[in-house]
């Protein structure tokens, strides 16, 4: 038997903004709330940064990041409303692109004694697929919720769930998972 949680990476304002699906945050909220009616542990990943973003002048991707943005008070660094932390559930705050990068993640994940990754995120081509990779590395079973994925590249998202992360990966739908929970 083994013991999932839902990861919930990098759905904050500032990224939910970019998807182009309207129906993304309700369908992942119906799967937030399928995984804490069937005793699954929701776990969000966020990125975040100090001040003046320290972690971030040896890195091309983030040092490029306004001032002040991913920073606490910073309103698009939270959590899209739709699929809120409630208390007590776990937010990992990481400072590059997998969920695993700068954070506590895996301590998190083996003090439950998770060892099944139901992944979640925004985008696919960066936070779903690092963290699927490092996962893998580290032994954890994993399902990729598609259509619980989004990406500005439709076409890197089709190829990356249809061919690649079947390879190390189940991929199915955020439906067909909470009919499994049944």
Do not use: N
């Amino acid at each position: 038997m083994t013991h999932p949680a839902l990861l919930v990476m990098d759905v904050q304002q500032a990224i939910t903004e970019r998807v182009p699906d309207p129906d993304y945050t309700p369908r992942l909220a119906r799967a937030v709330a399928a995984a804490r009616s069937a005793g699954i542990p929701v776990v969000y990943v966020v990125v975040g940064f100090r001040p003046g973003h320290p972690e971030t002048k040896s890195s091309p991707m983030f040092s490029a990041l306004p001032e002040g943005a991913f920073t606490d008070g910073d309103p698009g660094a939270a959590i899209h409303p739709d699929v809120a932390p409630r208390p007590g559930e776990s937010v990992v705050t990481k400072k590059r692109v997998s969920a695993f990068a700068g954070s506590d993640l895996d301590l998190v994940l083996r003090g439950g004694a998770i060892d099944h990754l139901v992944l979640t995120g925004l985008a696919t081509s960066g936070v779903v697929l690092s963290t699927l990779r490092q996962a893998a590395d580290l032994d954890y079973r994993l399902t990729v919720l598609a259509d619980g994925c989004g990406d500005t590249d439709a076409e890197v998202h089709r190829v990356l769930t249809k061919k690649v992360f079947p390879r190390q990966a189940e991929v199915t739908t955020v439906d067909a998972w909470i009919a499994e929970l049944g």
